[in-house]
């Protein structure tokens, strides 16, 4: 079996797995056998077992269930973040990059500002000033996590701008939104793709992390990071609370990350890079 084939195979079969992680997402609440949101004082901290395939919560609630419901907040949080942080980073390090001047060193200054700070000090700070809530934490991972893509494509932008092809785009009396969108963002498109691919596992874990700090989901929406502080506390008596949103929590960015990696490999090698 030759390289490309293998790729395509390892590719596809990612893919796979995060079209799975895709349904779960949406689909995870129709899929529950039990109503995620019910108490029931009968059945607290219950092993797994055939009724309940993961065990039960301090409240009784199913675990399985609320798991498959929190897929929802925990992974679309993930996906907007990533694309909203490679749009409005592109967007920024595009126009820095192609106009220059001072809207250049406006754009560097807010850079150098924001990075000043640690990135995750100052997620859980506008988190915190923000309040509890998925959207919230999103907010404050989009306000550090459009650097890396702001710099990437302004550098890129840069050495590009002055390519023979963008001058007779000039020439021909083509204006600059049209030579950006039709020129310059199609060349630097596959390696933005490729890093917002590989975001996805860490921006989950930023997420998760948040969540467990309590500066994301609020009560009772289930979500991963969240299930994981609340079974912190029964951890000894009852270890499946934490360990199984952690397991998820675990399998979704080990899937998130193979994916991110063989996409990249993929148009590595379509490119000739490898």
Known sequence: MDRKKKLRIRLAWYLLLTAGLLIIMLF?????????????????????????WFGTDQLGRCLFSRILTGAR?????TFAVVLVTAVLGTAAGV??????????????????????????VMAIAV????????KNAAIALVSIGWIPYARMSRSMVLKIKE????????????????????HVIPNIGSVLFVTAMLALPGTMMEISSLSFLGLSAKLPTPEWGYMMNEGRKVLMTAPWQALIPGGAILISVIILNRLGDSVQEYLEYRTGSI
């Open 95 to 120: 126009i820095a990059g192609y106009y220059g001047g001072p809207v250049d060193r406006l754009i560097q200054k807010l850079l150098l500002i924001i990075q000043s700070f640690p990135g995750q």
């Open 163 to 182: 390519s023979n092809y963008i001058k007779a785009a000039r020439l021909c009396g083509c204006n600059s939104g049209y030579i950006i969108l039709r």
């Open 28 to 52: 995870g609440e129709q899929l529950s056998p039990h109503d995620p949101y019910e108490n029931n004082l009968l059945k607290i901290d219950q092993p797994p077992g055939a009724e309940y």
């Open 127 to 134: 988190a915190g000033v923000l309040g509890a809530g998925v």
């Open 73 to 77: 907040s925990s992974l679309s949080a």
